[in-house]
Nanobody, 124 residues
């Protein structure tokens, strides 16, 4: 089992940047596929980005491609989400998620472990 704790959220103006971090407990972090999802008020939780266990080619939602970058440091048991050129429509609670496996899914139901979320608010 793994426990996930997100940090780095906050209030930023449109066009600004934030970096989210997700620290994972346990000794087998490198066994987990890691992902970021987000949920805006009144909307479903949606996929943002995911990264394979080894940190290979990541996957992104079309809405964030070219603006967000997911990365991981297996030595620090941490996954990051660098968010640039933020827009008001990026406002949401961002969640870190993890799953064991080799296939990198984009469906939230495929992930077994979730953090508590961190709020990102982008003002116009």
């Amino acid at each position: 089992q793994v426990q996930l704790v997100e940090s780095g959220g906050g209030l930023v103006q449109a066009g600004g940047s934030l970096r989210l971090s997700c620290a994972a407990s346990g000794r087998t972090f490198s066994s987990y596929i890691m992902a970021w999802f987000r949920q805006a008020p009144g909307k479903e939780r949606e996929f943002v980005a995911a990264i394979p266990r080894s940190g290979g080619s990541p996957y992104y939602a079309d809405s964030v491609k070219g603006r967000f970058t997911i990365s991981r440091d297996n030595a620090k048991n941490t996954v990051y989400l660098q968010m640039n050129s933020l827009k008001p429509e990026d406002t949401a609670v961002f969640y870190c998620a993890a799953r064991i496996g080799t296939v990198v899914p984009t469906l939230k139901s495929a992930y077994d472990y979730w953090g508590q979320g961190t709020q990102v608010t982008v003002s116009a």
